[in-house]
């Protein structure tokens, strides 16, 4: 009778271990799916302005000296580009600061100009934007008839800025017209 009872116990284990459920299969991890990435807002370049760099803020300013040397009002002193771009309407001044330094009473002194910018962009950025609207500045006015070797041009990129806000960042896009 010993055997009928082993055979009961190993039966009643087989049908328990085939009664309980079966184990579910591993499951699939959910493909995952690349969620796109926001673009990077634009990095100003040289040959992608400022997309803030409002055209119609920016300006020249000439020192007092030269203005009253050279006949030219305060309206004409302070006039748009386009980033770092000279205006062809703009030119009717450039032209009388090259007569004045060339022919007219300031001849003989050399003309500096100083390049700035807002401090919105990063550091080497604005000395570099600087420098390339002091020196757009200068080939407008050279190829008005004033010598190239009579301008200096130099960049203070945002090292002089002052503004907080756009009103004034407007102030700090600029190049002044100095004489030495």
């Known amino acids: 009778m010993r055997i009928p009872t082993l055979v009961v116990l190993a039966w009643s284990s087989a049908l328990a271990a085939c009664g309980s459920d079966p184990k579910p299969p591993p499951e699939v991890p959910a493909p995952v799916v690349a969620q796109p990435t926001p673009a990077p807002p634009p990095q100003p370049t040289p040959e992608n302005p ?20 050279c006949g030219i009002s305060d309206a004409e002193a302070h ?6 771009n000279v205006r062809d309407q ?30 919105r962009g990063d550091e080497e950025y604005n000395r570099v934007l600087g420098q390339r609207r002091a020196d757009n500045v200068k080939n407008a006015i050279s190829s008005l008839g004033l010598a190239a070797s009579r301008i200096a041009t130099t960049s203070r ?24």
């Open 50 to 69: 400022k997309p803030d760099d409002n055209p119609s803020k920016s300006n020249i300013v000439i020192s007092d000296e030269i203005k009253k040397a």
């Open 79 to 84: 006039f748009a580009y386009d980033s770092a």
């Open 90 to 119: 703009d030119k009717l001044v450039l032209k009388k600061l090259a007569d004045c330094f060339s022919t007219g009473p300031l001849k003989g002194r050399q003309m500096n100009l100083v390049g700035h910018a807002d401090p």
């Open 157 to 180: 990129g945002e090292d002089e800025a002052r503004g907080t806000s756009e009103q004034s960042w407007s102030e700090d896009r600029r190049v002044d017209v100095l004489a030495n």
